[in-house]
């Protein structure tokens, strides 16, 4: 590993040790008496200046060299001084000023490769103003950690400061030394994304023989750069438009093999376990959106006794409840008689339901619920054994109905999703779920008028979500509640009358509407009249539509309730207009590959049992520039998570995504968030920056 000094240089050597004097000030504290000393050897800590292995020299045979030569070993011995001579005495026309930047170049080139891990310093303070102008060209194209110089303060009246070799083998006076000062002129200049292409085409030599009337490298550079801007160029319009095609803007600037690799790279093909652990771990990296997640299907078996734990000193101190364990529940649990267990249960369609309310106790909910869950504190796989049945197997849980699903959901959700503490507790479990999967933009969906039955207001309720929100800064959270289709008709009103109310409140979290429940019970076109309060309030809307319902229920529920998203989609395909009505106006489906394969069924490349089951349309959807993004509907429920519902949403598109597919889905969904456009732009930039830096780093590699 080594560190580079690398300079030109013309008529002044001096300027070479008043630079390496800053990076290195071991051998001789030459700025020890400089008024701004303090200031000096700060910056260099602060900067991570740091001494180098090796100096090299771009100059032409008209320099003289001697005094340099004679200095720097008795400086330091060890460094080593390398020095590129252009065939000429001096620079003296266009020809010759073109040749020597193509030697600049192909010494930077070299310096760039040799000190890949160590650090390469470039002055900008030698020789005439051209060479200075190659040497930030060169630094600009292929990086370096620090581009420096010295400001020369002498005035016109004072004798020209020493340059013989034995002077800077010590520290200077204070009136002497005040006349220079060493800057910064900019510092960790990263490497235009073209140059490992051009470094890795060939190695460009540096001897006099290579050195012809021709510029291979400088003509190949600006031929590259030209395609970068044309390319840019050929994207900006579609880029401004905000097209559902396009990708994260930095992305289209990488060189063409990095493009091409992002391209070739698939995720979700492989049955090997490494590769899909590799595959799972750099989707874990990459910062995502989550527009469709519902609060009442985000807890999994551990996380509902988490939940329930906060009742518990409650519960202890309960007799009435702890009568009704003992006497229904405790034994049968404490000595695993779980069949019988099961046998008093009763019925799993309503089995949860008849348990938050255990008649002659009285006692307000979610007790009861969080009393017998409690109880399997030892036992979370045979609660999870009763919750799923015979939908534990990953084989069985794909193609159950819209019924049976959400029937996985009855003990949580409603059922414990009944007091501040548990509401607040189930969000905090959420955002910490979130923050584990990198998750950088969270839209929560929520059904407040469903969580009063333990005594809370609506607006109680809401306070408890947003309670757990304030104590996750880092992660931007909003609400957006639920209507129902196939509820009171009369709750469903209260719910636009309440989200009506909040979204006047200043600093609300709530940003949309939602339509959900059986598509079958009541059209789109039937509750028009009573969403015209939130469109006349302009409150952005989206609507569960076409995953069991035809694709009808999808152009209704644009047509007349205005929708700006549509979850699902599934059933988009079945109607090309309104498909490409959908890429026009740019409206974003919220897929949720795990629910939709479990509801509806899919194949699944890594399931041989599936292989009957239609194709899951996101990837079509994503050719045909549809804005799809992916979402974790329930996780808890389909036993997922924010990053391995990218990884499903790979393995049931035919032959996997690419890498450029994954992004387009993030980016997707960052930019069909319904927080405001500043917000949405700034969580936009963070991560198109972080997602250029794992590229850069080498997170990419277990892929390749």
């Given at each position: 590993m080594s560190s580079i000094f690398l300079t030109s240089l013309g008529t002044s050597w001096a300027v070479i040790p008043e630079i390496l004097h800053w990076l290195d000030s071991r051998p001789c504290d030459f700025y020890q008496n400089h008024p701004d000393y303090s200031t000096l050897r700060d910056q260099a800590e602060s900067y991570g200046l740091c001494p180098v292995d090796e100096v090299w020299v771009v100059t032409t045979s008209g320099t003289n060299l001697k005094q340099l030569r004679e200095w720097l070993p008795r400086w330091q011995q060890q460094i080593v001084l390398q020095e590129f001579i252009f065939p000429a005495e001096d620079l003296s026309g266009s020809v010759e000023l073109r040749r020597f930047r193509e030697l600049v170049f192909r010494v930077c080139a070299k310096a760039r490769e040799r000190c890949h891990s160590g650090k390469l310093w470039i002055s900008l303070a030698g020789?005439?103003?051209?060479?200075?102008?190659?040497?930030?060209?060169?630094?600009?194209?292929?990086?370096?950690?620090?581009?420096?110089?010295?400001?020369?303060?002498?005035?016109?009246?004072?004798?020209?400061?020493?340059?013989?070799?034995?002077?800077?083998?010590?520290?200077?006076?204070?009136?002497?030394?005040?006349?220079?000062?060493?800057?910064?002129?900019?510092?960790?200049?990263?490497?235009?994304?073209?140059?490992?292409?051009?470094?890795?085409?060939?190695?460009?030599?540096?001897?006099?023989?290579?050195?012809?009337?021709?510029?291979?490298?400088?003509?190949?550079i600006?031929?590259?750069?030209?395609?970068?801007?044309?390319?840019?160029?050929?994207?900006?319009?579609?880029?401004?438009?905000?097209?559902?095609?396009?990708?994260?803007?930095?992305?289209?600037?990488?060189?063409?093999?990095?493009?091409?690799?992002?391209?070739?790279?698939?995720?979700?093909?492989?049955?090997?376990?490494?590769?899909?652990?590799?595959?799972?771990?750099?989707?874990?990296?990459?910062?995502?959106?989550?527009?469709?997640?519902?609060?009442?299907?985000?807890?999994?078996?551990?996380?509902?006794?988490?939940?329930?734990?906060?009742?518990?000193?409650?519960?202890?101190?309960?007799?009435?409840?702890?009568?009704?364990?003992?006497?229904?529940?405790?034994?049968?649990?404490?000595?695993?008689?779980?069949?019988?267990?099961?046998?008093?249960?009763?019925?799993?369609?309503?089995?949860?339901?008849?348990?938050?309310?255990?008649?002659?106790?009285?006692?307000?909910?979610?007790?009861?619920?969080?009393?017998?869950?409690?109880?399997?504190?030892?036992?979370?796989?045979?609660?999870?054994?009763?919750?799923?049945?015979?939908?534990?197997?990953?084989?069985?849980?794909?193609?159950?109905?819209?019924?049976?699903?959400?029937?996985?959901?009855?003990?949580?959700?409603?059922?414990?999703?009944?007091?501040?503490?548990?509401?607040?507790?189930?969000?905090?479990?959420?955002?910490?779920?979130?923050?584990?999967?990198?998750?950088?933009?969270?839209?929560?969906?929520?059904?407040?008028?469903?969580?009063?039955?333990?005594?809370?207001s609506a607006t109680a309720v809401v306070e408890a979500i947003e309670q757990a929100c304030d104590e996750y800064p880092e992660l931007t959270t909003k609400l957006v509640f639920i209507g129902s289709r196939h509820g009171d008709p009369l709750t469903l009103v209260e719910h636009i009358n309440l989200a009506i109310n909040l979204n006047q409140k200043e600093g609300s979290r709530l940003v949309g509407f939602d339509l959900a429940g059986n598509e079958e019970r009541r059209r789109p076109a039937e509750i028009r009249q009573d969403f015209l309060p939130l469109l006349e309030r302009c409150l952005q809307i989206t609507i569960h539509a076409g995953e069991t319902a035809p694709a009808e229920s999808i152009w209704e529920a644009v047509y007349h309730l205005q929708a700006d998203r549509i979850g699902h989609g599934l059933k988009l395909k079945d109607q090309p207009e309104l498909l490409r009505r959908f890429v026009d106006r740019r409206i974003a489906v919220e897929m949720c590959p795990s629910s939709n394969y479990q509801i509806v069924g899919f194949q699944d490349s890594l399931s041989p049992t599936t292989k009957h089951l239609p194709t899951y349309p996101l990837k079509e959807y994503l050719q045909q520039g549809l804005k799809v993004c992916v979402n974790t509907d329930n996780p808890g429920i389909s036993r997922t998570d924010f990053t391995r519902e990218l990884h499903i949403a790979a393995r049931?598109?035919?032959?996997?995504?690419?890498?450029?597919?994954?992004?387009?889905?993030?980016?997707?969904?960052?930019?069909?968030?319904?927080?405001?456009?500043?917000?949405?732009?700034?969580?936009?930039?963070?991560?198109?920056?972080?997602?250029?830096?794992?590229?850069?780093?080498?997170?990419?590699?277990?892929?390749?």
């Open positions: 020789g005439r103003k051209t060479m200075s102008a190659d040497m930030q060209a060169a630094a600009t194209f292929f990086g370096c950690d620090g581009l420096l110089h010295v400001l020369d303060r002498s005035t016109y009246k004072q004798e020209p400061l020493s340059s013989e070799a034995e002077d800077f083998l010590k520290s200077w006076p204070t009136e002497k030394i005040s006349r220079i000062l060493p800057v910064l002129i900019e510092r960790s200049l990263r490497s235009n994304p073209l140059s490992p292409e051009i470094i890795g085409s060939e190695k460009w030599s540096t001897e006099d023989e290579a050195l012809t009337p021709d510029t291979p490298l400088v003509d190949l600006e031929e590259k750069l030209l395609e970068s801007a044309n390319l840019f160029a050929n994207y900006h319009d579609e880029l401004l438009d905000g097209a559902g095609s396009t990708n994260f803007l930095a992305l289209y600037s990488l060189p063409k093999p990095v493009l091409q690799q992002l391209q070739e790279v698939r995720i979700g093909c492989s049955q090997d376990n490494l590769r899909i652990e590799q595959e799972i771990s750099f989707l874990r990296a990459l910062p995502k959106p989550d527009l469709h997640c519902h609060l009442g299907g985000v807890l999994n078996v551990a996380q509902m006794l988490q939940v329930a734990g906060v009742h518990q000193p409650e519960i202890e101190k309960n007799s009435r409840l702890q009568d009704w364990l003992n006497l229904y529940w405790r034994p049968l649990i404490r000595k695993k008689r779980w069949v019988e267990l099961a046998q008093r249960l009763g019925d799993p369609k309503d089995r949860w339901k008849r348990l938050r309310q255990p008649p002659g106790i009285n006692v307000r909910e979610p007790l009861a619920i969080c009393a017998f869950l409690l109880e399997f504190r030892n036992f979370p796989d045979e609660l999870e054994q009763l919750i799923y049945g015979d939908l534990l197997a990953q084989e069985t849980f794909v193609q159950v109905g819209i019924d049976a699903y959400e029937r996985l959901g009855d003990l949580q959700g409603s059922g414990l999703l009944q007091s501040g503490q548990t509401i607040t507790e189930t969000t905090r479990i959420l955002l910490q779920t979130a923050l584990v999967n990198n998750v950088y933009y969270l839209e929560i969906r929520c059904s407040p008028l469903n969580y009063l039955r333990g005594g809370l049931l598109s035919p032959n996997g995504l690419g890498l450029w597919d994954i992004f387009q889905l993030l980016r997707n969904g960052f930019t069909a968030g319904f927080c405001k456009r500043e917000d949405r732009q700034r969580i936009l930039r963070t991560a198109e920056q972080e997602i250029m830096r794992l590229l850069q780093s080498k997170s990419l590699e277990s892929l390749l």
